[in-house]
């Protein structure tokens, strides 16, 4: 390699190059030459586009900073690294300060304690603990609520790369220290060549003023806390959609200082972030009660301050503007509460302690490492012990996934001559494209061709999926172009410079109502009745309406949508790697793109890092997209989409809009039931009419209603389309379900699980659409769940501590469970498997499923290895590919451990038939002595083997059919407390029985069942995708979007696979990949529970509107009190709101 070759390619320009673009006279061309003659006692390190500097002393930095005013200057790179990444900022210089010691001292003082700028926040909480066990109480308020606010900023990794300083000079508006140390009036101490100053992190400062601003060469060298006195009172506050990890929504710092042995209000620091641009102070009211006394009237006159100071307008960005206000008022009384408490403390007899039943409200949820049990199955001792089925098996790639060795496609290594892609998508929902102008993209460096719609050679819309707009837009993210270049860094900068004009179109249909208003659908409604519905209503002795809204979900699988295309030398081949649960449709789509049969396309899966259903379909259109621009190029082309992009252009499960019509006894019996489920499709077909009939199939959940009729329709938006998710419909139409179970029980006043029970399968019965089937498990798993988790004694005592807490509640809940397996289309159940044997003994395994990370390899290898006979370190199972198995089907429905096990069964029966008679010969034989005879003997040692799959279907014409081959039985009891003033909640114990038949491998069994209570634990509780009204995705990231952390795990998780019969599936096992996702909705209705119980305190309806998820602001709104009554309403005709819900 040449010296000046990049290092990426080998050869050639850097791809990191570009032509300068900066004005000639610009403070970053200056910057730039100035540091191409570093001092020799620097660290130095300069490439083609910028330079890093690092001082290696304060004198040394400080010339830095004087030389290059407008360089950032890095510590953690916590803040310009993300910058740079997602917003686009670009620094000619850096300059690092690591490791300089004089921004690392800790100095306690007489007044208080300075705290070096370097110091990252992991430091710096360590070094209050020390200061904290050192000094007294009293003086430590300010440091105590750093600690504890220290606590959940951010992540470890964060916490321990960000530095004080950064925190400090960055100024966010959702920053958790500044407050506080706004409110312990803590100074900053700047230093610059010209000289030292200090100035106070006060309003001025955080609100921007310039003259309490960082002037340019200044840097942070240390902030000093000052240490509180006997009767000042401090703490941090905060809100946030999870524990850890995730940003405020509204946090607070807030002091007190009283004239001395009394509780008059000397000095007030009230400081909040996250209602504005920056942190704000609330100074007129905390200037207004000076001399005030701290009861209960000067905290109602605190919180009319706020609210007419602190304004936060209707179509605030981030929205949650209500919950956003409460939270104002809700953490001042936090702070009254425990202001109160503390005045208590100091002096018993003159200032009264708060009521035992507030004590709660002062208690933060603790953070404990989850302890669980994992019951199942022993395995008979009669079974060989080289036979691996039925034992907890570690999963094939789970060390690889650990160490980082696994292979997935963006750890390919590049191509010669590849290419990068990046996607210019439609940023209108509905509109005319009037003109794509390319000129500027392309005459940027590295850019060899802007890939539109009139590049495809074969068909742009296949099967109403279209791979590149053309003349029309129809959603925010639809791919209109690419950009093919040299590197990525490349592509995206060019992607950002090709121009769209449009002309928008009505009507702009974002939401189902919106969707219903217009009578835009997708596809025809599907039915299924059984009864008379509308006589039974006339027959019962109540009748309730009501409706349940269930947003969407992200798949946020760990990979995004990853393609790497390579275009054959002849035949118009192109071959294809990607992460795909269905290479057969990947297949037919990229044929079609290229007009090309179906054997010209190779797609090859080794494996994917996490599916969900996101990879069914979705791969298809992002591999003609891909392909296209190969088949332009002459080049491989690496397609790799960001999690924005990935988030905007794949959708996601479809949000569901359910309404319901419900005729019962007063014994809790219900007679009739009427039920409508509108679905948002989004813009074209993908899954939306398969998601449709499965919510319509399994809409009974594990209920007999004798007249009972549901209907349900899939609407078309101007929304990305959105598909598959785990589950099928069933996660969003159950929770429908178990809501008029409920609210059925609260007309009774019985319990909801008495309900359940009451109209739960009892015998062997037939469903809605007349399959017939036996409910003995699900009844087992219902009895030993309740019995198990000691369900009622532990309801009795929710409620003993409820009456005994007034801000924080306890709730329990239990649900049943029948899912359905595979799909009512008896084709999709066929498979095919490959073995091959070789001289040596060792055995290829290929079959037509996908690793999704499910640990399906693992179980096919167990599969061959009972069946050859052989130890699985004999068996290797190296990819999927439409070469070596075609005509796959998808790897979905929970069915891959089925039908391809089936397959890999029949194969390796087959080469053991065929070995039969070798073996007869010389039964004390090895089995590499076995093969080698057989190869000697011209025995072949290769098969191919099938599955030809269940034998469902069904008739909607008469809305009856075998939809599904079986069932999958469950139940789950879930405790939470919620935190009645912020909308917090913490899962205390979760138990789950899953009717697992005969489990394969117990191990990867529970670990699929987890890992989907987990995520419809994210369902319904801290995922919410947040949309415009014009239909735009505002979640786009790990910022926006909250997945489960193991802070929202439950103290207590148990897990029991319940033994049953299945002699239909392979080994009499069950698929449980999806099963446990409904169950996560205990957790929902558990919190929903605990708000009853608030409510009910409160003289409140008994019922009330359920939605998903059950967000922080969902719960705190719902649990109305004298904070939420204080609240003003905006006319929401009057403004047009920053998000709005699409269900």
């Known amino acids: 390699m040449e010296p000046t070759a990049c290092p990426a390619k080998g050869s050639g320009r850097c791809c990191l190059e570009q032509e300068e673009e900066e004005e000639p006279g610009s403070p970053h061309l200056r910057e730039k030459r100035m540091a191409e003659d570093p001092s020799k006692r620097r660290l130095t390190f300069q490439g083609a586009r910028t330079t890093w500097l690092a001082a290696v002393t304060l004198q040394d930095l400080l010339q830095l900073r004087a030389d290059f005013p407008h360089a950032p200057l890095v510590m953690g790179n916590t803040t310009v690294g993300p910058d740079i990444k997602f917003k686009g900022e670009f620094y000619p210089v850096f300059i690092s300060a690591a490791g300089l010691p004089e921004l690392r001292l800790v100095n306690s003082e007489d007044g208080g304690v300075i705290v070096g700028a370097g110091h990252s926040l992991a430091q710096l909480s360590d070094a209050l603990r020390s200061i904290v066990s050192e000094q007294p109480p009293e003086k430590t308020q300010t440091c105590r609520a750093l600690l504890t606010a220290l606590r959940t900023l951010a992540g470890a990794q964060i916490r321990s790369m960000a530095t004080l300083g950064g925190h400090v000079a960055t100024r966010a508006t959702i920053s958790d220290l500044n407050p506080i140390l706004a409110a312990g009036k803590a100074t900053i101490h700047l230093i610059s060549k010209e000289g030292e100053r200090q100035i106070p992190l006060d309003s001025a400062f955080l609100e921007g003023s310039p003259e309490a601003s960082l002037q340019p060469g200044e840097v942070v060298l240390s902030v000093s806390i000052p240490y509180s006195t006997q009767w000042q009172f401090v703490s941090g506050l905060r809100q946030a959609q999870r524990h850890e990890n995730s940003m405020a929504i509204v946090n607070a710092g807030m002091s007190v200082q009283f004239e001395d042995g009394t509780s008059t209000i000397q000095d007030l620091q009230l400081f909040y972030g996250g209602v504005g641009p920056t942190v704000v102070s609330a100074s007129r009211t905390c200037r207004q009660l000076v001399g005030r006394q701290w009861d209960d009237q000067t905290l109602g006159e605190a919180c009319q301050g706020i609210l007419g100071e602190v304004h936060l307008p209707p179509n605030a960005p981030g929205g949650q503007v209500q919950f956003r206000r409460t939270l104002l008022l809700s953490l001042l ?554 005509n796959a089907v998808l790897t979905a429905g929970s069915m891959g451990t089925d039908v391809n096990g089936k397959a890999v069964q029949n194969a390796c029966q087959t080469l053991m038939g065929r070995l039969q008679p070798v073996i007869r010969r010389n039964p004390r034989g090895t089995w590499e002595e076995w093969i080698k005879k057989a190869f000697e003997e011209s025995i072949s040692l290769s098969a191919t083997g099938y599955f030809r799959g269940y034998q469902t279907n069904m008739d909607w014409d008469r809305e009856q059919g075998d939809a599904f081959p079986y069932y999958v039985y469950g139940a789950a009891c879930t405790e939470v407390e919620v935190d009645c003033l912020s909308g917090a909640h913490k899962l205390l114990r979760t138990d789950i029985f899953m009717d697992a038949a005969f489990s394969i491998n117990p191990a990867v069994d529970i670990g699929q069942i987890e890992g989907a209570f987990v995520q419809g634990m994210g369902l319904y509780t801290t995922e919410e995708l947040k949309y415009s009204p014009e239909g735009m995705l505002h979640s786009r990231g790990t910022n926006d979007y909250k997945i489960p952390t193991v802070s929202e795990i439950p103290e207590e998780f148990h897990v029991t696979l319940v033994h049953s019969r299945n002699p239909i599936a392979i080994y009499s096992s069950k698929g449980l990949g999806e099963a446990g996702m409904f169950l996560g909705s205990s957790v929902l209705f558990a919190i929903a529970d605990a708000v009853a119980a608030a409510r009910r305190e409160r003289g409140l309806d008994r019922t009330f509107t359920l939605s998903s998820p059950a967000s922080p602001e969902w719960i705190r709104m719902s649990c109305v009190d004298q904070f939420t009554d204080m609240i003003p309403w905006d006319d929401p005709s009057a403004f047009t709101p920053w998000a709005t819900r699409v269900s």
């Not at 005319?432 to 890939?451: C, F, N, R």
């Not at 974002?510 to 299924?528: C, M, W, Y």
């Not at 037509?848 to 004999?874: D, N």
């Open 333 to 886: 009384f936090k702070f009254y509460l425990s202001v109160r408490r503390g005045l208590s403390r100091l002096d018993p007899q003159k200032f009264p302690d708060i009521p035992e039943q507030f004590m709660s409200a002062l208690e933060d949820f603790p953070i404990v490492t989850p302890q669980g049990i994992q019951m199942f199955q022993c395995v008979d001792p009669r079974q060989p012990l080289r036979d691996p089925v039925g034992h907890p098996v570690m999963h094939q790639s789970a060390l690889k996934h650990a160490t980082g060795e696994a292979v997935f496609v963006d750890d390919m290594p590049p191509l010669d001559r590849e290419l990068s892609l990046a996607v210019v998508t439609s940023t209108r929902a509905h509109a005319k494209v009037t003109s794509i102008d390319t000129a500027e993209a392309l005459a940027l460096p590295g850019v060899v061709a802007v890939i539109t719609a009139e590049d495809v050679p074969g068909k742009n819309n296949h099967q109403g999926e279209i791979f590149y707009a053309q003349s029309e837009v129809i959603c925010v993210g639809q791919i209109v172009c690419t950009v093919a270049a040299d590197t990525y860094a490349h592509a995206r900068e060019a992607a950002k410079r090709v121009q769209i004009e449009y002309e928008d179109i009505e009507p702009r249909i974002v939401t189902v109502e919106q969707a219903l208003e217009h009578n835009s659908f997708l596809s025809p409604e599907r039915k299924i009745e059984q009864g008379n519905v509308e006589w039974a209503f006339k027959h019962v002795d109540q009748i309730i309406e009501g409706e349940v809204h269930v947003e969407g979900q992200e798949h946020f699988y760990m990979e995004t949508q990853s393609i790497l295309a390579i275009p054959g030398d002849e035949d118009k081949e192109m071959v294809l790697h990607l992460g795909t649960q269905f290479p057969t449709h990947v297949q037919e789509f990229v044929a079609a793109a290229l007009n090309v049969p179906r054997s010209r396309i190779a797609c090859h899966m080794r494996r994917a890092g996490g599916a969900f259903g996101g990879k069914v379909t979705k791969p298809a259109l992002l591999a003609a997209v891909a392909a296209v621009a190969a088949h332009k190029t002459g080049h491989p082309i690496r397609f790799v989409l960001e999690r924005g992009d990935d988030m905007l252009i794949t959708a996601g499960r479809h949000p569901l809009l359910g309404r319901y019509k419900i005729g019962f006894m007063k014994s809790g019996l219900i007679k009739a039931a009427d039920v409508q489920f509108y679905i948002n499709g989004g813009c074209t077909p993908d899954e939306s009419q398969l998601v449709l009939e499965f919510i319509v199939l399994k809409s009974e959940n594990a209920y007999y209603i004798p007249n009972f009729r549901c209907r349900g329709r899939a609407c078309k938006t101007n929304l990305p389309s959105n598909t598959a998710f785990r589950g099928f419909g069933f996660p969003q139409a159950t929770v429908v379900v178990e809501a008029y179970m409920a609210s059925v029980a609260a007309h009774c006043g019985l319990l909801p699980e008495e309900v359940r029970e009451i109209n739960m399968y009892k015998r062997t019965s037939q469903t809605a659409y007349k399959q017939t089937f036996n409910p003995e498990p699900l009844r087992r798993c219902w009895v030993e769940c309740l019995e198990q988790s000691s369900f009622h004694a532990r309801k009795q005592a929710a409620e003993d501590f409820n009456g005994c807490s007034y801000w924080k509640k306890r709730g329990l809940a239990a649900v049943p469970m029948k899912f359905t397996i595979g799909i009512p289309i008896a084709y999709y159940h066929q498979a095919a498997a490959l073995v091959h044997i070789y001289l040596d003994g060792s055995v290829l395994l290929t079959h037509s499923g996908c690793e999704l990370g499910q640990g399906l390899h693992t179980k096919m290898i167990q599969v061959a290895s009972r069946e050859l006979g052989i130890p699985t370190s004999y068996i290797h199972l190296s990819e999927t590919s439409t070469v070596t198995v075609p």
